[in-house]
């Protein structure tokens, strides 16, 4: 029974991590129709930058923690608004080349990372609490999946109040749903390109820090690794779907952890869900049904 | 100094032009996907009332509207809007200056409720609400309600709405009454009929009985060309030679429904 717990547990924070990188990728590619491979040099460049952060704030401290957390944001989202506006709008509607440069700046991201802070994970440490485990029902839970969990659900909630309440959410779903429509009503839609990329950016940088600490370590390979898996849960959720992207991350992490605790085959067990929901349900768990023409 | 060589001016029959019309189109090409949909198409929208532009399906109706607007790519010709080009401006800013667009098949946005629909066509601060209230009522009803989740016709008032809710120098309405019950294309007609007070508006539509009802002037598109306009489409319409040549159908009692 602990046992199950734990690993429930433990699944539910993989899935917050892979939350916060699968709400990006699914809002960009339904609004721009752009798979941004680039995602994952967002998400560790906040890693990388959020530890050296904490690290200079001092690791064990909630204030180095909170605040590598903020510069991990800020750096994701600077990094992801950058790219939309310096390497992707100037080939607008151009998708091809427009996933063909987020391949090659992901390329290039990961090597420049490596020549800054070498190729070598970092093994990384936080508040004292968060090394910590709490008993739950006999099952000793690390405290930091609580934080990923606890943070991974204050994001779902502003990005789903963002898109409810205000005028850019607004013209986000519209622009998911029918993009030329919204051109047709004088928006310019460009605009929510940069925001959604922002957005997307926000939360990989914050998933970096995240991530970090649920693996112990950064490098300049974390992006990569989680992408895969991100983009697995984005297609499983349905493209465009931030809810879709929210429950096939935790159907994803949980599913994960138990298949490798008692088969060691969580990779693999993704990948056939993944083909699953493919098979029956193409357009994804919550995804829009394709466009017929 | 020698004399410039006169260009064989496009076959347009008179009628083709306006005084001071709202929108101007000359040769205007445009294409999808590399395919020419718009093959030199001229043509004048006079600045009051209703415009028909008529033709067979597939002849380039809705690609003009599309290649107007920016939606799709356009490969020469020029486009004004009283007066101003606009040819080479992005839809946002073509629509900003006041082209009010009613796509075909609605378009209205599934996922967002009715209110919502709206309140995204909104482009300044003075919507015109009150306009758009009284005149679609059953849509105040349904404020809340998932825009998806309206019939065909409830549909459709949302996308009129959405077009009349800013004030437009002219709209432009691709098949209203598509797919739309007897009773309800009344309704549309009733609309466009009252919207036509305030601004012109260029309208395709395949309902004939429509159109009569409508339409004061209609240009007639055939193989990606203007291949008629006129001032009265009602004279149009009675003349069976030309509606039979052009549109393919004959104006019997079986479109007089409706």
Redesign the interface.
Known sequence: MDTILLLLVTGIGLGAVYFLVASGLSLIYGLMGVLNFAHGAFLTLGALIGWETARVMGADSWGGFALSLLVGCLVGALLAALTEFVLIRPLYERHIEQVLVTVGLNLAAIALFEGIWGTDPVFIQGPTWMGMTTNILGAQVPNHLFITILIAGLVLAGMVLFLKRT?YG??I??GV??R??????????RRAFTLVFTIGGAAAGIGGVLASHYFGYVSPLLGGSLLIFAFIVTVIGGLGSLAGAAVASVLVGVLQQFANYFWSIGDFVVVILLAVVLLTRPSGLMG?KVATA | MSTTVQRTPAPVPAGGTHPAPVLSVRNLKASIGGQQVVEDVTFSVPATGITALLGRNGVGKTSTIKAI?G?IHRDAGTVELQGQPIQAL???RI??RGVG?V?EDR?V????SVA?NL???E?DDHPRRELVESLFPDLVKRAQQAAGSLSGGQQQMVSLA?ALM?ENRVLLVDEPTKGLAPKIVGEVADALEEAAKTVPILLVEQNLAVVRQLAAGAIVLSDGHVVHTTDSATSFLEDDTLVTRHLGVGTGPAHEGA
């Open positions: 005028r607004m013209i779903r519209a749903e029918n030329s429509m919204v051109t047709a009503l004088g928006i310019d839609v829009r | 607007l939606l992005p839809t946002h629509v900003q667009y796509p378009e946005f599934a996922g967002l919502e309140r995204l066509s482009r959405r800013n």
